[in-house]
């Protein structure tokens, strides 16, 4: 496909996007500490354009896709919808921008009213947001199953009359039905056999080109986010480590999380076992407690003194490539880090 | 001529089902492989394929209130398993066959600390003392590699993080030096760096401790770095078994050609486009396991089917080197580009 156009305006821009969770505890329940799930996030995506947002259980990635939903309220930062700063807008407000970024999740069933058949399912968001009414409804939910492959039979049918892959379409036909311009997906394929994942991919990937939709795609699987996406972020206790085109970051991944990652996927392919990678130690970190410094310092074997005491920012060290690591400076060597001491 | 030959477990023809609203699901359908001593195995299928029954089918952990072993046979050591009394199963459980799951929070229990749990399935199954089995339980957190293990026996399994639980389930199941070890996707629930930690912690003690393990996936990338041969399932039939490079290198059921194809891969290069490929899909869905499938359960989906394919069950052909498929069309899928 082509590459979504430059000088056009992002259709969604996160800016210093914070989100942190109260820890309450003792005996009058007082605020004790909190959680920093997201820890001054910024990226943007264009229409037509995927933006892949990878990282381990707990780096933040769903908080964040949340958040841009106003799902939840973020704690500071910006986020702008097509122009319009929504990160202030209470509830009512917020209504009108709605329809605008849509949601796919990874359990559709369990947002799936089990007593409605799926046509009503599908034309609620129509109903609710004014666009159609009755028969004229009834008419573009069949189209919408026709275009995310079901039958139109299936309308009259109930979510659990459903496979694991039809739910998924009919939660994509549902995010589709009001015309968004942002679908936030939140491992919309990690529950699906690997056939019928190849089918919601391949689906998501025609309905982008066809309607130019900006996905942000949440995801802890890299094979699948280095399939659907145009640029990846990668997210380590609520900080983006690197985000760059998917073609640079898995031929010249910078940050050692990033290469901890990558080394550590698996691939079908027996011949790979013997030239055995890097296996990074230890577990993450509690995003309650992050360690001081870089987080990844504590796993991380390049890590220096400094690592341990300073935040590195997230700067952009090639064009287009933004990394987050000290060690890793502007017109720094691309090579392989060297292990101190 | 199995009790003294090479393989540890011999499994053939076994059919285990359930009573559903529906009927009679064959959850397994006439499945038959065998497992040499200090091997690695995989089975790999998708959900529903049947792997985690034959799982659950080789250690008698059938609910008998909805299942049952219907047929077939399984052999432990030249010991017929499914005959086997109740009281001589929960001997061989834990001790000489050993199982782990995917979330071991669902088998570890929250009230009784690590070492405890460690330490009453040693007592109960090597008849040591106590303070021995404590050892033991010392000893087997080390071996796991679980830091400062003495006092990790005195932890609860929620103080643990994902990662931790899964090296104490897999510290008990080692503790009593089985020879067989079945293993039902133990890293699906885990973070990509801890899986990587955690598939080589197994492979490791495989090598120190000799013991033989089945390993149970639906992830293609888990078996080609872990196993030694691996047996592919669909619709609860085994469609082909072969060692692992030869099935990698050259797949030969048409199923196990399309798994292959619709997986996104990391270690292929893009080309410089970046241009997203089409995934290869397998058209259709897995068929319902009440009705008896007369051909090739695969027929339904395959592009070589005939009119053979659906109407009589391809047998398993043995193609050289121990590579097995039960297909009928074979010849005219090898010929074809993978």
Redesign the interface.
């Known amino acids: 496909m082509s590459e979504p156009s430059a000088a056009e305006r992002p259709v969604l821009e996160v800016e210093g996007l914070v989100k942190h969770f109260p820890i309450h505890g003792g005996l009058l329940q007082r605020r004790t500490g909190e959680v920093r799930a997201v820890d001054g996030v910024s990226f943007s995506i264009a229409r037509g354009e995927t933006l892949g947002l990878v990282g381990e259980s707990g780096c933040g990635k769903s908080t964040i896709g949340k958040t841009v939903l106003k799902l939840i309220e973020p704690t500071s930062g910006r986020i702008v919808l097509a122009g319009e700063n929504i990160s202030a807008l209470k509830p009512g407000a917020m209504w009108a921008h709605r329809r605008r970024i849509q949601t796919i999740f990874q359990d559709p069933y369990s947002s799936m009213n089990p007593r409605l058949p799926a046509g009503t399912i599908v034309g609620e968001p129509l109903e609710n947001f004014g666009l159609s009414r009755g028969r004229d409804t009834d008419e573009r939910v069949a189209k919408l199953f026709e275009r995310v492959g079901l039958r139109p039979d299936a309308m009259r049918k109930y979510a659990h009359e459903f496979s694991g892959g039809q739910r998924q379409r009919l939660g994509i036909a549902k995010a589709l039905s009001v015309n968004p311009d942002v679908i936030v997906a939140d491992e919309p394929v990690s529950a699906l056999d690997v056939s019928v994942q190849a089918q919601v991919l391949n689906l998501l990937i025609d309905l982008q080109e066809e309607f130019r939709l900006a996905y942000l795609f949440i995801s802890h699987d890299l094979a699948v986010m280095r399939h659907i996406s145009h640029r990846i972020a990668v997210m380590y206790l609520g900080r983006i480590v690197e985000i760059t085109t998917k073609r640079r970051l898995f031929s010249q991944p910078l940050h050692p999380y990033t290469e901890a990652l990558l080394s550590a996927a698996t691939a079908p392919d027996p011949k790979r076992r013997r030239q055995r990678k890097r296996i990074v130690e230890g577990d993450v970190p509690s995003p309650a407690n992050p360690p001081p410094g870089c987080h990844f310092h504590t796993r991380c074997p390049y890590a220096t003194a400094e690592c341990k005491v300073t935040a590195p920012p997230l700067i952009e060290v090639a064009e287009g490539h933004h990394v987050a690591c000290l060690r890793r400076p502007v017109g720094g060597d691309p090579g392989p880090l060297s292990i101190p001491g | 001529m199995s009790a003294a030959g090479s393989n540890i477990l011999e499994v053939r023809n076994l059919e285990t089902q359930f009573n559903t609203l529906d009927g009679v699901v064959r959850a397994v359908d006439g499945v038959s492989f065998d497992l040499a001593r200090g091997e690695t195995l995989g089975i790999v299928g ?2 529903g394929c049947g792997k985690s029954v034959t799982a659950l089918s080789i250690l008698r952990l059938i609910p008998p209130e909805t299942g049952r072993i219907a047929a077939g046979s399984i052999k432990f050591e030249g010991e017929e398993l499914t005959s086997l009394g109740e009281a001589a199963m929960k001997r061989l459980r834990g001790h000489r066959i050993s199982m782990i799951f995917q979330e071991p929070m669902t088998s570890l229990n929250p009230v009784l600390t690590v070492g405890t749990q460690i330490a009453e399935n040693v007592v109960r199954h090597m008849g040591v003392p106590w303070r021995a089995a404590r050892e033991r339980a010392c000893e087997m957190l080390d071996l796991v590699r679980i830091a400062d293990a003495r006092r990790r026996l005195d932890e609860y399994p929620h103080q643990l ?4 639980r899964q090296r104490v389930m897999i510290a008990m199941a080692l503790s009593c030096d089985p020879q067989v070890l079945i293993a039902d996707e133990p890293t699906t629930a885990l ?7 955690i ?2 912690l197994m492979l490791e003690l495989k090598e120190k401790t000799g013991t033989a393990i089945v390993l149970i996936t ?9 196993t030694e041969r691996v047996v592919v399932m669909y619709a609860g039939r085994k469609v082909e078994e072969a060692p ?2 030869a099935l ?1 290198a050259e797949p030969l059921h048409p199923y196990t050609r ?3 194809r ?6 292929v290069e ?1 080309d410089a486009a ?3 490929p ?5 058209p259709g ?1 897995v068929p319902r396991l009440t009705q008896p499938i007369p051909g090739c359960a695969f027929a339904p989906r395959c592009g070589f089917a005939t009119e053979r394919c659906r109407v009589e069950p391809p047998p398993l052909v043995d193609v050289g080197a121990g590579h097995t498929v039960a297909c009928w069309e074979v010849d005219r899928v090898r010929a074809s580009a993978l």
């Open positions: 998708e959900s993080s994902g990662g931790m973070d990509v760096t801890i899986q990587a930690q598939l080589q639906h992830d293609l990338g888990v078996v080609a770095e872990t692992v490079e990698f399309g798994l292959m619709a997986i996104p891969r990391l270690d893009a970046g241009t997203r089409r995934l290869q899909e397998i869905l």
